[in-house]
């Protein structure tokens, strides 16, 4: 091994720590919920820390029968805002894993 160059075994407990860290970080989005809403709270949606729809709560004072339209722009607008409230936890637990991996690619290591 030439001086300087990073032991070979040390790389890959460090690879496969963070393969371990970024698997826990996965469970915790799939596991975690987070919510949107619109209207001032009149459309509330709840989505996995992937995103996944999980529930779908609508005040009755959104319910107008003449004016469905409003409410599916709500709707829309509530799931819109959990699904990016999502994406901020992802980033938030999944962007120093990422930075981490662009460590490995420092080393020279090939597809790294």
């Known amino acids: 091994m030439q ?3 990073p032991n070979m075994q040390q790389i890959v407990q460090q690879a496969q720590k963070m393969q371990e860290q970024l698997m826990a970080a996965q469970q915790e989005l799939a596991d975690a919920e987070v919510t ?3 209207g001032g709270g009149l459309v509330t949606a709840t989505v996995s820390g992937t995103g996944e729809l999980k529930g779908l709560v609508i005040d009755p004072k959104a319910v107008d029968p003449e004016d469905t339209e409003t409410l599916a722009d709500l709707v829309v607008a509530a ?3 959990a699904g990016h409230n ?3 936890l992802a980033s938030e637990k999944m962007g120093p894993l990422a930075g981490g991996l662009g460590d490995l690619g420092g080393l020279g290591l ?3």
């Open 86 to 88: 999502a994406q901020q």
């Open 3 to 5: 001086p300087g160059q």
């Open 110 to 112: 090939p597809g790294m």
């Open 79 to 81: 799931v819109r805002d």
């Open 36 to 38: 949107g809403s619109a």
